[in-house]
């Protein structure tokens, strides 16, 4: 029904741009956002309150639903020719006529009294949805003023290193004579804090029990000021890479990379603050507390650190995609008691399976020959030992971590809280689909790793383990690699 609601306001507001812009002008409210800003309380509310909303009968109501399509067809044949005839009340009013049969088509109308209960909550929540698109606007203006914060701590943190760092205030550069960096919004510290505070809230939100309030909400501070020196440091170090090591390296890897670093080692250095001080727990943890998600999920936490890390001093080519791979065969044997792989002879449907992720994702992924990744021209001195580090680590590696991280503990942990008690091969369309979604999201071709992971998703469901699955996707990263030997197709490997 959401779906529904969104497609007819797009085909409505499609054809009638004037009006549209001439609705939004008068109302001076961002719409869409004040949308989803009440959709989003609305799930929250759910979820907080969901024995009383559950006093409230849902009902899907076909005549209803007839109602509201000839109610949005209408409107949008009589929205230009009574545009600037009839006051804008009718409009608000016509508005409100179509969410009503809209709601009418989930909730009876008889039955609409016991949602005023919550009417004053989700007023609030529209509020704070158009609060919070203004606060973005004066943040996006006001990063000019925090950048010149950033310029003049930046200069000092250069001027420990250099003898005569430059600085021009009024470009908003900072530098050495030869290497100079200019601070634009994203590079002002404004990007890193607001990551920061919704990392924080959402921290603090889910250990809220935990935690000892309101001393708890000064991390929300700490943590901001502390990204922000953060990245200060970064912008000095970045100019000391440009000026002593390399400027192209500064200006690819070490450039976007050393934020995220950055953001990182903070994340985690709030959260071990704050689980292992007594200031800010209520009962702080004395026992050493034991979590059964770390085998399935270090792997890939050590993939993903690696590849930032490494990436940081690499260029488009990645150099030291070998200690990559050691560091994560090195945590996979760490943890190896820990993995329930029974060893066996793969099916065939798995072979066919891996197969066919190999050709939906040629299908669907453009490939070039992309010298800049070529290691046989660019890169080791010894293309050959890379290039096998490189077939063991998407052969042998990556099936076995991303398996782990995505089928063995994200699928079951969509079902129950405690995942372990979800027997391999159990699936649900949700927990099917959520998984294959955030394994899409871990790579830059989101819609072909998506599908990907469905397959595997199904595979782990019809033979009850994660050796087929991995089997299928070792499968299919070897036809890969075979593919991208012959077509010299090396942007499949960027």
Not at 96 to 118: D, E, K, N, S, V
Not at 323 to 339: G, I, N, S
Not at 368 to 381: F, I, K, M, N, T
Request: with cysteine; aromatic share 12%.
């Amino acid at each position: 029904m959401l779906c529904l609601f969104l497609v007819e306001c797009e085909l409505i507001l499609a054809g009638h741009y004037a009006e549209r812009t001439a609705m939004r002008a008068w109302l001076h409210l961002p719409l869409y956002h004040l949308f989803l800003g009440l959709l989003t309380y609305s799930i929250l509310l759910f979820s907080l309150q969901r024995e009383e909303l559950a006093r409230i009968p849902t009902r899907f109501s076909l005549i209803w639903l007839v109602l509201h399509l000839s109610y949005a067809v209408a409107l949008n044949f009589l929205l230009t020719p009574l545009w600037g005839k009839v006051p804008f009340g009718f409009w608000l009013c016509a508005l409100a006529g179509f969410c009503a049969t809209w709601l009418a088509i989930l909730i009876q109308p008889r039955r609409w009294g016991g949602l005023l209960a919550y009417l004053p909550q989700t007023l609030l929540a529209g509020l704070l949805s158009v609060l919070t698109l203004a606060i973005a606007d004066a943040s996006y203006s006001l990063w000019r003023v925090l950048a010149k914060a950033t310029l003049t701590c930046t200069s000092i943190w250069l001027s420990l290193l250099f003898p005569d760092p430059v600085v021009y205030p009024e470009k908003l550069l900072v530098g050495t004579t030869n290497f100079q960096v200019e601070i634009q919004a994203g590079c002002s510290g404004l990007e890193g804090m607001g990551l920061t505070a919704v990392y924080t809230i959402v921290y603090l939100t889910l250990r809220r029990k935990w935690l000892c309030f309101p001393r708890a909400f000064l991390l929300l501070p700490f943590g901001m000021l502390t990204i922000w020196l953060v990245n200060t440091l970064r912008l000095a170090a970045l100019v000391t890479v440009g000026e002593c090591l390399s400027p192209a390296l500064a200006r690819q890897g070490f450039h976007t990379q050393s934020g995220w670093i950055g953001f990182t080692l903070l994340a985690i250095g709030l959260l071990i603050l704050a689980d292992r001080s007594p200031w800010f727990q209520r009962q702080p943890t004395t026992e050493a507390e034991v979590f059964p998600a770390l085998p399935y999920l270090m792997p890939l936490v050590v993939t993903l650190l690696a590849q930032m890390v490494l990436g940081a001093f690499s260029g488009a080519f990645d150099s030291f995609y070998p200690l990559r791979a050691l560091a994560v065969a090195v945590a996979l044997w760490h943890f190896r008691r820990a993995y329930p792989i029974v060893l066996r002879l793969p099916r065939l449907s798995s072979l066919l399976a891996g197969v066919g992720v190999y050709c939906l994702w040629v299908a669907l992924v453009p490939a070039r020959s992309a010298p800049e990744l070529d290691p046989l021209v660019h890169g080791w001195p010894t293309p050959e030992l890379w290039i096998l580090s490189r077939l063991a680590g998407a052969v042998l590696l990556a099936p076995l971590v991303e398996e782990l991280a995505f089928r063995g503990y994200l699928l079951r942990r969509l079902q129950a809280r405690e995942f372990r008690s979800v027997p391999l091969g159990r699936l649900t369309v949700m927990s099917c689909l959520g998984s294959s979604v955030a394994f899409g999201l871990l790579h830059s071709h989101i819609l072909a790793a998506t599908l990907a992971g469905v397959v595997y998703a199904l595979v782990v469901w019809r033979t009850r383990g994660l050796l087929d699955a991995m089997f299928a996707h070792a499968v299919t990263n070897a036809c890969l690699a075979v593919h991208i030997f012959i077509f010299q197709a090396w942007s499949l490997w960027g």
